[in-house]
Each structure stands twice: as structure tokens, then as C-alpha cells.
């Protein structure tokens, strides 16, 4: 099995292939209210946290806000590349944990 293979399978879970989605359900419990956006249904906090470390935000760029992020979480370019950092680090069993184990069983 390839991460290609996961990649796919969490990102049709998460968004149906939709680099416009969004889940108003998700900012229910968050302080700040913003919903998870994109193919892989990132919260701007965690995109942003993990953007920084794959080096996935281009350079001379300055994220601080949500506003600053979000032109990026709705970029499949920039979406996928974080998700992809993540999947290949092993991180998705804990981050996309549902459709991690709907991949895992089919």
C-alpha cells in the first residue's frame, strides 16, 4: 500500500475531493468558531502549525490570522502538501483517525 493510496482514500473521507469544503460542524468546539477547510479538512491552527514545519508556505510569506490562512487551506496545492508531510510522518492514524480507519477496512 502506497501513501498515494492514503492520500486518496482520506482526502474523498474528508472532502469528496472538494478543495472548497468546509465543516461548520468542527468549529462548534473551537474558541474561535472557524470551521475545517479544504481537501483534508484543516483547522487554519493545525494547517498553519504543520505548513511550517514541511516548509509547505512559500517564502517571504507572513501567516498570522485565519484570514491569512485560508487563501491557502482552500488551495489544493497547499492543502495537499501539508496533509501529504503528515501522511508520510505516520501522523494520519491520529489526525484523520475516522476516515483513517474507513481506508484501514476497505
Known amino acids: ?22 465543516n461548520w460542524q468542527d468549529a462548534k468546539g473551537r474558541e474561535d468558531k472557524r470551521p475545517s477547510i479544504g481537501l483534508y479538512q ?10 511550517k514545519i514541511y516548509h509547505a508556505i512559500p517564502p517571504g510569506v507572513l501567516l498570522i490570522t485565519w484570514q491569512d490562512v485560508e487563501p491557502y487551506l482552500y488551495n489544493p496545492v497547499y492543502n495537499a502538501a501539508v ?21 484501514l477496512s476497505s
Not at 484543516?42 to 505548513?51: E, I
Request: overall charge positive; aromatic content about 16%; some cysteine.
Open 1 to 22: 500500500v502506497t501513501n498515494a493510496y492514503i492520500n486518496s482514500s482520506i482526502m474523498l473521507c474528508e472532502s469528496q475531493d472538494n478543495p472548497k469544503a468546509i
Open 42 to 51: 484543516f483547522y487554519w491552527r493545525t494547517w498553519l502549525t504543520y505548513a
Open 83 to 103: 496533509a501529504h508531510g503528515m501522511i508520510t510522518a505516520g501522523l494520519a492514524p491520529n489526525h484523520w483517525s475516522i476516515c483513517y480507519n474507513r481506508y
